[in-house]
C-alpha cells in the first residue's frame, strides 16, 4: 500500500470553544487538498493510531494548549512512556512509544501546540484562537516539517 508521506492528526473536542483548534486546523488543511499529506481528526489519540503512523516519513499531531506561548509552539517530540493511569488520555509521545514498542523506530513526529482560552462545552472558538489558528496554519503550511515553524519553537 502507497501511503502518503506526511500524517497530520489533529486532536480535540469541537464542542468546546478553543479545543476546536485541531479538527479546525484539519478542516481547513483538507480544503487546501495538499499533496502528499493524509489528514485524520479524533476528540484524543488511541493507541491504535500506532496503526496508521506506519510507513510515514513525518507525523504532526496538532492540539490546542490551554497554556504556553502565543501563537503556538511547534516543535518535535519523541518517544516516551506514559505512566499514568487514564484510559482516556494519550500523548503524542506515549503513542510513538506504543509504535516503538510494536513496530522498531517511529517516524519522525512533531506537535503543534495551538494557543487557546476558552474550552467551554458549546462554545465556539474565541477571537483570540481564531487568530492563533491563522498564524499556525500558515506556518505549517509553509514548511510543512519537523522544528521549522516560527511562532515558538521548542526544542
Avoid: W
Avoid at 10 to 18: A, L, Q, T, V
Avoid at 49 to 56: K, P, T
Avoid at 128 to 138: H, R, S
Amino acid at each position: 500500500m502507497n501511503l502518503p508521506p506526511t500524517l497530520i492528526i489533529g486532536i480535540g473536542n469541537p464542542s468546546r470553544g478553543d479545543d476546536a483548534l485541531g479538527p479546525r486546523c484539519i478542516e481547513r488543511l483538507e480544503a487546501m487538498a495538499l499533496p502528499g499529506v493524509e489528514l485524520l481528526t479524533d476528540f484524543q489519540l488511541q493507541v491504535e493510531y500506532a496503526l496508521d503512523l506506519q510507513g510515514r516519513e513525518q507525523v504532526i499531531f496538532i492540539d490546542a494548549a490551554a497554556s504556553g506561548p502565543e501563537p503556538f509552539l511547534y516543535g518535535p517530540v519523541a518517544a516516551m512512556e506514559d505512566v499514568s493511569y487514564s484510559s482516556h488520555a494519550l500523548s503524542p509521545g506515549a503513542l510513538l512509544h506504543a509504535y516503538q514498542k510494536l513496530y522498531g523506530e517511529p517516524p519522525p513526529a512533531c506537535v503543534m501546540a495551538i494557543r487557546g482560552y476558552g474550552f467551554e462545552l458549546g462554545e465556539g472558538l474565541t477571537e483570540q484562537a481564531a487568530g492563533n489558528l491563522e498564524a499556525a496554519l500558515a506556518a505549517l503550511t509553509e514548511t510543512m516539517g519537523c522544528g521549522s515553524a516560527s511562532g515558538r519553537q521548542s526544542s
